[in-house]
């Protein structure tokens, strides 16, 4: 399984950026993929999350500025971001979840077994 995400890069604060990230040789017709992020010196944490069928779950700083969809057929997640903040600026990571189900765990991130390299997104006050 390879996750490959794109889409990063620099924008000035209340802009937006769209991520993308396309799994490759994941088969599951049940799954669960999301978005985690880390800027320097802090935790990873759970940005936003897409079940196969459609359920979602956002952390509360992105709540009304982010949107996570999903194409099934090409197995591609995207993280739409608008009225951007400097707080979003950190390395974004693309998730899959560890092994097809109808169980969805949010932002559960010990629940995702297979992950991207990451993507920069910068944001300039």
């Known amino acids: 399984v390879q996750l490959v995400e794109s889409g990063g890069g620099s924008v000035q604060a209340g802009g937006s950026l769209r991520l993308s990230c396309t799994a490759s040789g994941y088969t599951y017709s049940n799954y669960f993929m999301g978005w985690f992020r880390q800027a320097p010196g802090k935790e990873r944490e759970g940005v936003g999350s897409?079940?196969?069928?459609?359920?979602?779950k956002y952390a509360d700083s992105v709540k009304g500025r982010f949107t996570v969809s999903l194409d099934n057929a090409k197995k591609t997640l995207y993280l739409q971001m608008n009225s951007m903040k400097a707080e979003d600026t950190a390395m974004y990571y693309c998730?899959?979840?560890?092994?097809?189900?109808?169980?969805?765990?949010?932002?559960?991130?010990?629940?995702?077994?297979?992950w991207g390299q990451g993507t920069q997104v910068t944001v300039s006050s």
């Open positions: 998730g899959a979840a560890a092994y097809g189900s109808y169980w969805y765990s949010g932002l559960q991130e010990s629940a995702f077994g297979y």
């Open positions: 897409i079940s196969s069928y459609g359920a979602t």
